[in-house]
């Protein structure tokens, strides 16, 4: 029983270290986005979430969290693609993410702090 328990610990654990994509903050992203390393940002929230919070200025709104077209992602699969949702609890982002990394690229983000932190550091938004 016990070699079964630590077994499914393993196999736990090596799902989450694959996840695709990094964690950033809003800060991180800030300074992401003033650097000359070309960066998209991709808001995985739902219309009603964007009505309310906003977007990030300039970021391209996905139609789903998970069942994107990735035509809607750049052609270089080495850009600096950066997702977010709604707040820390919110894994939309999460799921947008791994659909990217699915699809081949490799330079990927997560903005832990989703449009609520943004905000709330005082960075701008715009209205979609």
């Known amino acids: 029983m016990k070699k079964f328990l630590f077994s499914a610990f393993i196999v736990g654990t090596s799902v989450f270290a694959s996840d695709p994509f990094k964690l950033v903050k809003t800060a991180e992203l800030a300074t992401m986005l003033s650097e000359k390393t070309p960066t998209q940002v991709f808001d995985a929230n739902g219309e009603k979430v964007?009505?309310?919070e906003g977007i990030i200025p300039g970021?391209?709104?996905l139609a789903s969290s998970s069942k994107y077209d990735t035509k809607v992602l750049p052609t270089d699969k080495a850009t600096r693609l950066?997702?977010?949702?709604?707040?820390?609890?919110c894994t939309?982002?999460?799921?947008?993410?791994?659909?990217?990394g699915e699809a081949g690229y490799k330079n990927l983000y997560v903005l832990s702090d989703g449009i609520t932190g943004?905000?709330?550091a005082g960075q701008k938004t715009a209205m979609p």
């Open 50 to 52: 964007r009505k309310e």
């Open 118 to 120: 943004w905000k709330q």
């Open 59 to 61: 970021a391209k709104l």
């Open 92 to 100: 939309a982002s999460h799921s947008a993410a791994k659909r990217a």
């Open 82 to 89: 950066v997702f977010y949702c709604y707040n820390e609890a």
